[in-house]
């Protein structure tokens, strides 16, 4: 939603109101939030003081997200507690996966597997693990197939 939206909803309501389309927004929106609390339209219609409060919640929400967005994220690799590296729940009676085990939200990692968490300092040792463990599988990998190299050698 951008401010034209808003506009837009807002400049309804005004004319609504008012039958005409004047003012700034922020004036147009405090005829609306007391034209939806007077008491003739209090007693007639309760919730139009509702509905006023709910869009200007919702805007209020999406303007805060677009300021500070909560970024989020899945992080690739084993759990160093329980060592999964996807994460399953039950939807519809079936086993379904969800994706990877880590899941990151704002400044918090949280496995979706064992429950385990980590924010500030432990964020960066659960990075630190994980690119460790990334290392000992490309040395594995390595070692594996430098072994299956030598095996195609001819004695």
């Known amino acids: 939603m951008d401010y034209r939206a808003i ?15 004047y003012g700034s927004i922020e ?14 339209i209090a007693t007639h219609e309760p919730t139009h ?10 805007w209020v929400e999406k303007i805060k997200n677009t300021l500070h967005p909560i970024r ?9 507690e329980c060592h999964a590296t996807e ?35 432990d964020l960066h040792a659960l990075a630190a693990k994980l690119r460790q463990a990334e290392v000992d599988a490309a040395a594995k990998a390595a070692a594996m197939e430098n072994e299956r190299q030598l095996q195609l050698l001819p004695a």
Do not use: F, Y
């Open 7 to 21: 506009q837009s909803v807002v400049q309804e309501w005004h004319v609504h109101i008012t039958g005409q389309n």
């Open 27 to 40: 004036q147009q929106l405090l005829t609306w939030a007391a034209w939806a609390q007077s008491p003739s």
């Open 49 to 58: 003081a509702d509905d006023c409060m709910v869009w200007c919640q919702g």
């Open 72 to 80: 989020k994220g899945e992080i690739p690799g084993a759990c160093p």
């Open 87 to 121: 994460a399953w729940d039950n939807v519809d009676g079936e086993r379904t996966r969800i994706g990877h085990a880590i899941a990151a939200l704002g400044g918090v990692a949280k496995c979706l597997n064992c429950g385990t968490q980590w924010q500030g300092k």
